[in-house]
């Protein structure tokens, strides 16, 4: 158990649905980051936060949202799903913005049918 | 913007043979991070790499940072079944930034 929890382990969802990602960072983190990975594209940075605050932005598509709640858990919101967002969804947290490495939840795969 | 390059993607090793990835990034890296990822799991963090020329080892694993901070090294000696996974690189998304972007990685497989 890394410390990071996301939830739901698994989610099959059909075309043009809406999901929802939940992710509780490391007692003591304050940074929450989430990636997108699929076969052919690594790990893709989608959005981070720090303390309730949107901090910095990858390529997240506008169908897709986040935030930070003051509890420190995040959501990842996923809409109008597409076949090509089936891939697995990490969050990792930081105890600070900088030098210091990420702690990864165990993700979340989501396949779109 | 920034980008992070990683090669070989893929590499087959007898059991104690070495092995290396290497990574590349297209600009100057205030840092670099190490981490692998097993068969079905999550990233791991395995290290963070700070100055110029930096080298770090862990047990058989060895790392380097070049001079430039541009590109860097992973080195494991005597490859051990327990190695197989896939090793990512990742820098920081920009001069200001803290999220990092990764390198595509190296899967790694070893046989016995």
């Known amino acids: 158990d890394s410390g990071v929890t996301q939830t739901p382990k698994h989610l099959i969802t059909a075309t043009g649905q809406r999901v929802t990602l939940r992710c509780s960072p490391r007692?003591?983190?304050?940074?929450v980051y989430w990636y997108q990975q699929s076969l052919d594209q690594g790990l893709q940075f989608l959005i981070q936060?720090?303390?309730?605050?949107?901090?910095a932005k990858g390529n997240i598509l506008e169908r897709f949202s986040a935030q930070q709640f003051p509890d420190l858990h995040s959501e990842l919101n996923l809409s109008s799903l597409e076949l090509g967002d089936s891939a697995l969804y990490f969050c990792?947290?930081?105890?600070?913005?900088?030098?210091?490495?990420?702690?990864f939840g165990s993700g979340t795969r989501l396949t779109v049918v | 913007g920034q980008q992070v390059m990683q090669i070989p993607q893929y590499q087959h090793v007898q059991e104690g043979e070495d092995f290396t990835t290497y990574c590349n990034s297209s600009?100057?890296?205030?840092?670099i991070q190490w981490y692998k990822q097993r068969p079905g799991g999550h990233p791991v963090f395995l290290i963070q790499?700070?100055?110029?020329?930096e080298v770090k080892k862990q047990k058989r694993l060895t790392f380097q940072f070049g001079e430039a901070k541009k590109n860097s090294s992973l080195h494991i000696t005597a490859t051990q079944t327990t190695d197989v996974g896939t090793y990512f690189c990742?820098?920081?998304?920009?001069?200001?930034?803290?999220?990092?972007?990764f390198g595509k990685g190296t899967t790694l497989s070893v046989s016995s």
């Open positions: 990792a947290s930081s105890v600070a913005e900088g030098m210091s490495g990420y702690t």
């Open positions: 007692s003591g983190d304050l940074s």
């Open positions: 936060y720090y303390n309730g605050e949107e901090r």
């Open positions: 600009t100057t890296l205030s840092n």
């Open positions: 790499l700070v100055k110029s020329g």
């Open positions: 990742a820098g920081p998304q920009n001069q200001a930034g803290t999220a990092l972007i």
